[in-house]
């Protein structure tokens, strides 16, 4: 079934009725509002019968979206939980991406069980998304088994380069439950995509899968490292364009992050008129229900949106088990191969006693680096008290103000 894009009254239609599939009413209504408010700059995307607004959002008409309104009555009511949890199942992976955010580790696989335990605690705990990364993930020969733990309390998300994903994996994956896979893909020109990635096949490989991903009646995103270039000379049109005849749903546009191979701040860092600039692009693109849906994180992190989710809404568990606040946030709280995921969670909420914006990447590389002197995830608990000093006092994001948090 071809997917089918909302926009205008029609998107406010169908997410109108969608969302009257969950339980509103015990959500404060200016949270409601707010949220309603903000679907201007969305698009909806109707596949197979569940719309998506984006890969950030629960997709409604699920279960799922059941989950999602617990999290937020939860918040309302004073209580927190993680809305979303990423396991990285390996740290093996074919390329060698100049800004890659996963900083090494062991070559050897967490065992399956660890990692069994460990999703069911998070569903347990109330996680609306289970998200499954690396390395690259597919890999690992049992993805489709790890993915097929997640049952339906949780929409499942898949990140990869597109390595392995042939027809018959892309098959496999949804057989197994999975609700999205996001392929990495910086360029609609070959050449500069394969620079990017320091191999030649890694063009080629990433167009393939997502033309299998599409073929398989998956929700399939882009994730796109965008560049000031890309985003002021118009190649971003061009780039949205070749996404659009390929018929990809979604593209996730994402900013260098100082972390793993970046983690010293060598790279082009965006300014807030560039984060402006995402806003627009977004508002616009998602006026034309001809292209793929654009969700761009700097507007989902922004401070007038969910802001940083770091550690309490998002959670990011490495492919060594250690427990971090986010994906590009290598502070190591404690290991699921030695403590429980709600432990260590519970833990680390000590250091995050509540919502604030400001991407602690940015905010702390530089003395995450200092103390850590190269070795990552920085486990010392005096080192770790040290990073969260060096935040200062972050204000609440307007999502979270509107549920009642001060």
């Given at each position: ?295 761009s994180l700097p507007h989902i992190g922004a401070i007038n949106n969910f802001g940083c989710s770091a550690a309490r809404t998002h959670v990011y568990v490495n492919a060594d088990g250690d427990v971090c606040p986010c994906d590009f946030v290598p502070l190591g709280f404690g290991n699921i191969s030695e403590e429980a995921f709600g432990d260590i969670y519970e833990r680390m909420l000590k250091s995050f006693p509540e919502h604030a914006h400001g991407c602690i ?46």
């Open positions: 079934m071809k997917a089918k894009h909302y926009t205008g009254i029609l998107k406010y239609l169908r997410l109108g009725a969608a969302a009257m599939s969950g339980d509103l009413f015990g959500l404060p209504p200016k949270f409601l509002w707010f949220m309603a408010r903000q679907m201007r700059f969305e698009k909806v995307t109707d596949l197979n019968g569940k719309l998506f607004v984006n890969t950030t959002y629960t997709p409604l008409n699920t279960r799922a979206y059941t989950t999602a309104l617990r999290y937020f009555a939860n918040v309302s009511k004073g209580g927190i939980n993680p809305l979303s949890v990423y396991f990285s199942v390996t740290n093996r992976c074919h390329l060698s991406c100049s800004y890659c955010s996963n900083s090494g580790g062991s070559s050897s696989d967490l065992g399956f069980e660890t990692l069994a335990r460990s999703v069911k605690q998070a569903q347990d705990m109330g996680a609306a998304c289970i998200g499954f990364t690396g390395g690259e993930p597919l890999l690992r020969p049992d993805l489709e088994k790890l993915i097929s733990l997640a049952d339906d309390r949780s929409y499942t998300l898949l990140f990869t380069s597109g390595h392995l994903l042939d027809q018959t994996r892309a098959r496999a994956l949804k057989a197994a439950g999975l609700t999205a896979i996001v392929v990495s893909l910086d360029s609609h020109v070959e050449k500069e995509h394969n620079s990017k990635r320091n191999s030649a096949s890694a063009y080629g490989e990433a167009v393939a899968a997502l033309k299998n991903s599409i073929a398989a009646g998956l929700y399939t995103a882009i994730s796109m490292v965008i560049t000031k270039d890309i985003l002021y000379s118009g190649r971003i049109y061009e780039f949205i364009k070749f996404a659009g005849g390929l018929g990809v749903h979604e593209i996730r546009i994402l900013r260098p992050k100082p972390c793993g191979k970046l983690i010293k701040g060598n790279f082009e860092m965006l300014e807030e008129r560039d984060v402006m600039k995402f806003v627009e692009l977004q508002y616009e693109i998602n006026q034309d229900p001809s292209l793929p849906a654009i969700m990447s940015q905010l702390a590389y530089r003395e995450i680096d200092r103390l850590s002197g190269g070795k990552l995830p920085l486990k010392d608990p005096g080192a770790l008290k040290q990073v969260m000093a060096s935040l200062g006092n972050r204000p609440v994001p307007k999502l979270y103000r509107k549920l009642g948090c001060k």
